[in-house]
C-alpha cells in the first residue's frame, strides 16, 4: 500500500513539473527565447509569429507578448518581422556598423526598431535614434536605406543607434498590411536586407 502511495505521488509530482516546465518554455520564461523566436513564417531571416495578435493566440503566445511589452495589435492592423542575423548569419552586434536597404513595404506605413538581445528592451541611450519608420527614410522611387552603428557617420542622415545594446534585434513592424502580405508573407515581402560594413579589430 506505501509502495502504491508513493508511486502515485511520484507520479503527480512529474506530471506537475512536467507541466510547469513546459508551460515555462513555451511563454519564453524558461529558455529566454524572444515571442518571434516561436515563429511560423520566416522570410529571408526574417521571423514572425502570425498567432501574435490574433484571436487564436494559444495563452502561451498570450504569456510571451505580455512578458515582451509587445502590446500586438491585431493582425488587420500590424504585422511583426523580427532579425537577430546579417546577411550572412552573423549576430548582430554593437562592434559592427551596418547597412539595412530595402524597398516599398506591403503596408501602409512600417517601422523598424532596435532592442537589445538579452532583455528585449531598448538599448540605455539618449541618441534618440533607436527607430526609422517609412516617413523619415523612403524615397520618391520606394527604396531606401539606413545604417545601424554605435555612432553617427559624419554626413548621414539615416541612423539607428545601437550604442549601449551589445547584441541586437531589429524589429520590423509593419502596419496595416496588404491582404497578400497576410495570405502569403513569402512571396508578398521583399524584407530588407541588412549588410555588415564593419566591425572593431576586422575587415567586414
Avoid at 507520479?11 to 516546465?21: K, M, Q, R, W
Avoid at 515555462?24 to 514572425?48: C, H, I
Avoid at 500590424?78 to 513595404?105: H, T
Avoid at 520590423?172 to 530588407?192: I, K, M, T
Wanted: charged share 20%; proline share 5%.
Amino acid at each position: 500500500m506505501i509502495k502504491r502511495v508513493l508511486s502515485y505521488s511520484a507520479a503527480v509530482v512529474l506530471g506537475v513539473a512536467a507541466g510547469v516546465v513546459s508551460a515555462l518554455v513555451m511563454s519564453g520564461l524558461w529558455s529566454g527565447k524572444q515571442p518571434m523566436e516561436f515563429s511560423d513564417v520566416n522570410v529571408d531571416g526574417w521571423v514572425s509569429d502570425f498567432a501574435v495578435g490574433s484571436d487564436q493566440a494559444s495563452p502561451y503566445v498570450r504569456a510571451r507578448v505580455a512578458r515582451h511589452g509587445l502590446l500586438a495589435l491585431a493582425k488587420s492592423e500590424a504585422v511583426y518581422f523580427m532579425r537577430n542575423a546579417d546577411n550572412e548569419g552573423r549576430p548582430l552586434s554593437e562592434d559592427c556598423d551596418y547597412q539595412i536597404s530595402g524597398r516599398k513595404l506591403p503596408a501602409g506605413w512600417w517601422s523598424i526598431t532596435l532592442y537589445q538581445t538579452s532583455d528585449s528592451k531598448l538599448p540605455d541611450n539618449d541618441d534618440a535614434a533607436l527607430s526609422i519608420d517609412a516617413t523619415s527614410v523612403i524615397a520618391e522611387s520606394g527604396s531606401w536605406s539606413t545604417l545601424v552603428a554605435p555612432q553617427r557617420p559624419d554626413g548621414t542622415a539615416n541612423w539607428i543607434s545601437s550604442r549601449n545594446s551589445e547584441d541586437f534585434d531589429l524589429l520590423l513592424r509593419l502596419y496595416v498590411p496588404d491582404q497578400a502580405l497576410l495570405d502569403s508573407p513569402e512571396s508578398a515581402l521583399s524584407p530588407p536586407t541588412i549588410e555588415r560594413l564593419s566591425c572593431k579589430g576586422e575587415a567586414a
